[in-house]
């Protein structure tokens, strides 16, 4: 069974930074991309970014590059999505979902989501 | 603002048909990407519903389909049941932004 769990809900103070993950299992890691998306309160879902785990290849939505920083660790088969600076804006439900083949391809399995709370 | 188009909201009755539309343009919608549903019921992640424009993952019942034509597409629901009460968002990929875009999504409430 393909599952993908990801880490707990963050409570954090502006400038702060966070990394939180996704932790996939029942399949070959290193052979699909895994995504984040992003819904911030009462919102749509935003594509922030992929990471090809199998040669760490990343790629970024023009909105979020250089905002966030995506990485993966084969040998926990767990991808990670981090913020060196968080901002109040960045408070949202945040998701990782895998792409069933390349980059345009559907999102079949979704996370349950990692909620992020940014506050003085 | 949304590359993908979708109304913001539709409604029906249970029984009822219902359509939600995806507009965008050449560089997303057409021969050479596919169009991707999802359910996003409240307080619960997206669930993968539509795939390559028309298909209908396993366990999803056939009273959901999906159309395209042009640079549109359609999700279209029939026999429309209480349980169906979420937001729908469709998906493509834009290959002049080379970025995967949403549509502002579509909240269906069954009346």
């Known amino acids: 069974e393909v599952l993908l769990v990801q880490s707990g809900a963050e409570v954090k103070k502006p400038g702060e930074s966070l990394k939180i993950s996704c932790k996939a299992s029942?399949?070959?890691?290193?052979?699909?991309?895994v995504a984040w998306v992003r819904q911030m309160p009462g919102k749509g879902l935003e594509w922030m970014g992929v990471i090809y785990p199998g040669d760490s290849d990343t790629r970024y939505s023009p909105s979020f590059q250089g905002q966030v920083t995506i990485s993966a660790d084969k040998s926990i088969t767990t991808t990670f999505l981090q913020w060196s600076g968080l901002k109040a804006s960045d408070t949202a439900m945040y998701y990782c979902a895998r792409l069933f083949s390349g980059i345009a391809s559907r999102s079949d399995y979704w996370g349950q989501g990692t909620l992020v709370t940014v506050s003085s | 603002q949304s590359v993908l188009t979708q109304p913001p909201s539709v409604s029906g009755a249970p029984g009822q048909r219902v359509t939600i539309s995806c507009t965008g343009s050449s560089s997303n919608i057409g021969p050479d990407y596919d169009v991707h549903w999802y359910q996003q019921l409240p307080g619960t992640a997206p669930k993968l519903l539509i795939f390559?424009?028309?298909n209908r993952p396993s366990g999803v019942p056939d009273r959901f389909s999906g159309s395209e034509s042009g640079t549109s597409a359609s999700l279209a629901i029939t026999g429309l049941q209480a349980e169906d009460e979420a937001d729908y968002y469709c998906q493509s990929y834009d290959s002049s932004l080379s970025v995967v875009v949403f549509g502002g999504g579509t909240k269906l409430t069954v009346l």
């Open positions: 029942g399949y070959s890691f290193s052979s699909y991309w």
């Open positions: 390559g424009n028309i």
